[in-house]
């Protein structure tokens, strides 16, 4: 079964650009999350859609907006970008949020450079 | 509150060797889950366990070994004979349902395994 899948890899922008990623989930899982990755804060959660709607949001500004399709892929959108937006961005799946832990399978996440 | 503290910043063991890589936790809830995730150079996140707060039993994968204690609050990962293909940046994760499906990282173990 492939993995969860993300693009693109690596992307370069400038401030004030937006920019939107994509993560398609592993097939089966309904549930799409986000996290961002940055050396000095560590993984933070962005949020998380199951069944097209958004379940929870971490503690981001209203630039870090996403949605999810009826095929479960998912996309994430920041809009005016600044430099400390720069990190690698994760995208994870699961089977759905009612389903035990709902053991969460990261996708190899894209890195985004704002220069 | 929820918070995962991962003490060892950065580890360094010699190929063979054992290696402990330490996990605390705080929540005020009775139930939850908690994980170990590892992330190589590549970065992408590599689910390792899965533990529910109710089941308190020690696991052994090959040479990977997880310690849960409820009364310590601790969820340690032993590597057993430490394998140049160890090393890699290892989470500790928790999620609490009540909290919505997010998963909250500490900040990680570098583990560097030399021949």
């Known amino acids: 079964k492939a993995g969860v899948t993300q693009t693109p890899r690596y992307l370069i922008k400038t401030r004030g650009q937006q920019v939107t990623l994509s993560c398609s989930p592993i097939?089966?899982?309904?549930?799409v999350s986000w996290y961002q990755q940055t050396p000095g804060q560590g993984l933070q959660f962005l949020f998380e859609?199951?069944?097209?709607?958004?379940?929870n949001k971490g503690n981001f500004p209203g630039r870090f907006s996403g949605r999810q399709f009826s095929n479960s892929r998912s996309e994430m959108n920041v809009s005016t970008l600044e430099l400390g937006d720069s990190a690698l961005y994760l995208c994870a799946s699961s089977r759905s949020p009612g389903q035990g832990a709902g053991t969460q399978y990261f996708g190899p996440g894209t890195r985004l450079t704002v220069l | 509150a929820q918070k995962v503290t991962q003490a060892q910043t950065e580890i360094s063991v010699v190929e063979k060797e054992d290696v402990t890589l330490d996990c605390v936790y705080e929540t005020r809830d009775t139930t939850y889950y908690l994980f170990w995730y590892k992330q190589p150079p590549s970065g992408e996140l590599v689910f390792l366990i899965r533990?529910?707060?109710?089941?308190?039993q020690n696991e052994i994968s090959g040479r990977y070994s997880w310690n849960f204690q409820k009364s310590t609050s601790s969820f340690n990962f032993t590597i057993t004979a430490s394998q140049v293909v160890d090393s890699a940046v290892y989470f500790c994760a928790l999620r609490n349902p009540n909290s919505g499906y997010a998963l909250n990282f500490g900040k990680g173990t570098s583990l560097l395994v030399t021949p």
């Open positions: 533990r529910n707060s109710f089941d308190e």
């Open positions: 859609y199951f069944s097209e709607t958004q379940r």
């Open positions: 097939s089966g899982h309904r549930s």
